[in-house]
């Protein structure tokens, strides 16, 4: 093989190997893409989760509040 040959070659594989690195780069792009979309909903949902908890907390003491002043009212009217 001729030292032309020999550096076409090398040459070639080099560009071949660029195409193959930017191709994973691009796929690399589209999977932190979507890991990041997904983060955001699972943040979003423990976001929401934690509301509702809250709001579940304050209804509750509210009903058992309503509960005990009607728990006495119907044992007044028993007397």
């Known amino acids: 093989m ?3 040959d020999i550096l076409a070659l ?3 594989i080099k560009e071949s190997f660029e195409r ?10 589209l999977i ?5 979309r997904q983060g955001g909903l ?3 949902g423990s976001r ?7 709001w579940a907390e304050k209804t509750d003491k509210a009903l058992a509040g309503i ?3 009607l728990a006495k009212l119907e044992k007044g009217g028993a007397q």
């Not at 193959?20 to 792009?29: K, S, T, V």
């Not at 929401?48 to 809250?54: P, Q, R």
């Open 20 to 29: 193959e690195l930017q191709a994973l780069r691009d796929e690399n792009a």
């Open 32 to 36: 932190q893409a979507r890991l990041d």
């Open 67 to 69: 509960l005990k002043r």
């Open 48 to 54: 929401w989760s934690s509301g509702i908890n809250t």
């Open 2 to 4: 001729a030292e032309k």
């Open 42 to 44: 699972v943040q979003s």
């Open 10 to 12: 090398f040459d070639s």
